[in-house]
């Protein structure tokens, strides 16, 4: 894949739109803009990004719809809104945003996220895989395979899949989880990694209560436990 990434970006304010869009195009990423929900919502259909960033009140739509439709299209994305409580920051884990931006913010925090987002999710990896006992976690793709079905993971979900079950053996604390996957300086609560946490168990068929693939550990963090098998 080429370095340069295509970046939908949604959002009905034209100062704050055409600033971001000059940091984007600085930071070597091709900008695709609307202004509307209907507009990016065809470009969606038609076109491939591999970034969204979303503002969540738009005319003609509400940017949470096209945060599900990127979702379901494994685009990474990135939510960009005055919604600022943490109840509206939940929201956005809950239905797979990967990082949430609050407004006012500033053009290099996001461009900085983007990037960081971008290399997590396209970073170069070996054709390999991981295999476990009823799963397997492909290196290259970025996918899982569990009980012959392949779950639509975002690209976090996928990372804190993969940054425990690299070492399973160790329980990670919320903060350890933060400082691998988002970053020690990103502005990430413990209840958002929970949440992400209950949406990748939720897509894996696991269960809290009886666990095959990532145990809570109270008082402690989470493990992922299960069993290495050979390739």
Known sequence: ???QYTV???EDDPSSAEILRLYLAQADMQVVHFDNAPDAHRALQ????QLAILDVMLPGGDGRELLKEAVARNIPTIMVTAKVSETDRLEGFELGA???VCKPYSPREVISRAKALCKRSYRGQQSAALLFDGLSINLESKSVTVTQQTPALTAVEFELLLTM???PKQVFSRAQLI????GSDAPITDRAVDTHL???RKKLGDSKAEPKFIAT???????????????
């Not at 038609?46 to 990004?49: A, G, I, V």
């Not at 550990?217 to 390739?231: L, M, N, P, T």
């Open 179 to 182: 400082e691998q996957v988002w």
């Open 217 to 231: 550990r109270y008082g402690q963090g989470y493990q992922f436990i299960a069993r290495k098998v050979s390739s």
């Open 98 to 100: 990967d990082d949430y």
């Open 165 to 167: 079950a690299k070492q």
């Open 1 to 3: 894949m080429s370095d």
């Open 198 to 200: 209950a949406n990748l």
């Open 8 to 10: 939908l970006y949604v």
């Open 46 to 49: 038609n076109l491939t990004f």
